[in-house]
């Protein structure tokens, strides 16, 4: 792991979709070049939010967001395209396009007005399929794959941006427990061997735990807590972030400890 | 049977399209547009008996007419689809093309009474006819900027039939002398002879919105995988929506005003292109325009030739793009739309 300086910075950021009703009220949140990060928290607590601000679709009503030492808000959108990237929930194409040619439109910031992708081109998009092992299938569209080869795809079209920052949203809520874990480890070599500063809404705090190098925890459109697995897998912490009491389990393996509702939360106690 | 990713070499990532296949399907679809204007242009004077120049100079500009006409809307249908991502969607069922009729009706209106020439009112009412249907379309499907595609089909719907009341409204108010032509060109009838200047303004403008949709080709793709991933990727969604109504707007008020308002065409076409030639809209907004002036130009031929030798009389080519296109429409709705929707 070789942590370099922030690239990405959140200020004290505030967001209302309608008037007196804040979403997020204040938050700061940094991502870095070798570090994966998770945003975690119950629905509703901003995350998702927080996320197309950072993406520089949604612009804060106060709070500053700086990349590589400028202002979001003066990127032109291309130039934006080969720093910032992103993954959404669920892969989908309205059009019956190849996988290889959908990561080919990441290269869209870097090519010309018509997107001809030239060798050098070829050569990234090539790497990226490589990265996330999706070379086999490039010639099928995403309705002939499945949900984790689909996402793996989406990753690889995140990827040909070349971007410094890649921020995803939930990527792995319709994933079964393999692919989940395997979404992550990528995302951790991303982060590592890239290495590029990684950021992930999650709703899966074990997962997480178990690979992130920094959780974040919101609830109610403010940070709770930000710290290593560590630091922030914590009883307290984690009861007043979901809302709900936990349990931490300690796993055979002896990393974090794995987080569970208790059975019987005081306000819905079976009987 | 061999399995597709076992050992064919196959797995590897290749560009689909370059210029020049991009250039030789241009010069191969504009070589067959030529050609096939051609033979109309000659079965529309083969039965009459006195050729002179003057026939068939007519007879090439109807069909130079027909075929920027269905260029336009076919090119117009296609952007539609893209940036919308509604298989349905043309600038006829959104009603831009009953607008732009509105607007050619007042522009004729105008014409008569303030004596200016038809080339320049027609085209420029016919335009802000389009851009007020373009306008009204997307403000009542919109919800926080996004657009539903059900709503966007209904709300083509509304803008089609209030379009329509004012078409009618107007009809009232006009030299009943005039009443019969205007019933034919609402049914979507190319002229007998097109004015040179009409012509040539109306062509440019189909050119100059051409030009900007082949310029955001590209970027059509990109919004096939979602508003936020194409925005993330370098796409600016809100000026591609501004840039693609504008162009849509001014080549379908250039075509309503050469031709009426022409329905489906923009349809039929860019789908059986699609179906042809693959999803790229690169590739596509090269083919589909050329296409759809073959189209065009083979069915009016048609409507020519045919109506009147089946002693029909010669029927609006509009009417045989809406009988094809209804069912058309219907089997998108059935098999595509289903998918497609959110």
């Known amino acids: 792991m070789n942590e370099q300086a922030d690239i990405l910075r959140a200020t004290d950021i505030a967001f209302a979709y309608r008037p007196g009703e804040p979403v997020l009220r204040g938050v700061s949140i940094s991502a870095a070049p070798g570090r994966f990060t998770c945003l975690l928290g119950p629905n509703g607590s901003g995350k998702t939010t927080l996320l197309r601000c950072l993406l520089g679709q949604l612009a804060p009503s106060s709070g500053t967001i700086e990349l590589g030492g400028r202002a979001l808000r003066n990127y032109r959108p291309r130039e934006l395209a080969r720093v910032l990237a992103y993954v959404p929930q669920q892969p989908a194409s309205s059009l019956a396009f190849s996988a290889g040619e959908i990561v080919l439109m990441g290269r869209y910031a870097h090519t010309g007005p018509l997107g001809l992708a030239g060798p050098g081109d070829l050569a990234v998009a090539r790497e990226a399929m490589k990265m996330t092992d999706t070379l086999g299938f490039a010639d099928r569209t995403l309705d002939e794959l499945s949900g984790g080869e689909a996402q793996r795809v989406m990753i690889a079209r995140a990827l040909a941006q070349q971007p410094a920052v890649i921020l995803l949203d939930e990527p792995t809520s319709h994933l079964d427990i393999r692919h989940q874990l395997n979404i992550y480890r990528m995302m951790r070599r991303l982060a590592h061997d890239w290495p590029m500063a990684v950021v992930c809404v999650s709703h899966d705090v074990n997962v997480a735990a178990r690979l992130a190098d920094e959780l974040v925890l919101m609830r109610a459109g403010l940070v709770v807590a930000a710290g290593t697995p560590a630091q922030t897998i914590r009883q307290d912490l984690l009861s007043h972030t979901y809302d709900v009491p936990v349990d931490l389990i300690a796993t055979p393996d002896g990393g974090a400890p794995m987080v569970r509702a208790k059975w019987a939360a005081p306000e819905e106690k079976p009987q | ?342």
């Open chain 2, 1 to 342: 049977m061999t399995a597709p990713d076992a050992k064919t070499g196959r797995d590897d990532v290749r560009a689909s399209l370059s210029l020049g296949r991009l250039i030789l399907w241009a010069a191969a679809l504009l070589a067959a547009a030529v050609v096939v204007g051609g033979a109309c242009t000659l079965v529309g004077v083969i039965r009459l008996s006195d050729l002179t120049r003057q026939i068939w100079a007519t007879r090439a500009t109807q069909m130079l007419t027909a075929g920027i006409v269905g260029a336009s809307l076919a090119a117009g249908g296609l952007a539609l689809q893209g940036l919308m991502r509604n298989p349905l969607a043309e600038p006829y069922i959104l009603g831009i093309s009953s607008g732009a009729g509105v607007g050619v009706m007042m522009g004729l209106a105008a014409a008569a009474r303030l004596s200016l020439p038809a080339w320049a009112s027609t085209p420029v009412l016919a335009f802000l006819g389009a851009m007020a249907s373009c306008l009204a379309v997307y403000l009542v499907a919109q919800r926080r900027g996004r657009l539903d595609p059900y709503s966007l089909i209904l709300s083509g719907v509304i803008v089609n039939v209030f379009n329509g009341a004012i078409m009618l409204a107007g009809n009232l108010y006009i030299d009943p002398h005039r009443i019969a032509d205007l019933t034919y060109w609402a049914m979507g009838q190319l002229p007998d002879s097109t004015p040179t200047a009409l012509l040539a303004v109306c062509g440019s403008c189909i050119v100059a919105g051409w030009a900007v949709l082949m310029a955001n080709s590209a970027a059509y793709n990109v919004l096939g995988l979602g508003d936020d991933v194409a925005a993330s990727s370098g796409v600016s969604v809100n000026r591609l929506r501004l840039a693609t109504f504008g162009a849509v707007g001014v080549m379908t008020a250039a075509a309503v005003a050469l031709a009426g308002p022409i329905g489906f065409l923009g349809l039929i076409v860019p789908h059986v292109c699609r179906m042809t030639f693959g999803p790229d809209h690169r590739l596509g907004m090269i083919v589909t325009p050329l296409a759809g002036a073959i189209f065009l130009m083979i069915a009016e031929t048609l409507c020519r030739s045919l109506g009147s030798a089946m002693g029909l009389g010669r029927v609006p080519v509009g009417i045989l793009t809406a009988l094809a296109g209804g069912p058309f429409f219907i089997f998108l709705l059935r098999t595509r739309f289903r998918g497609a929707a959110a």
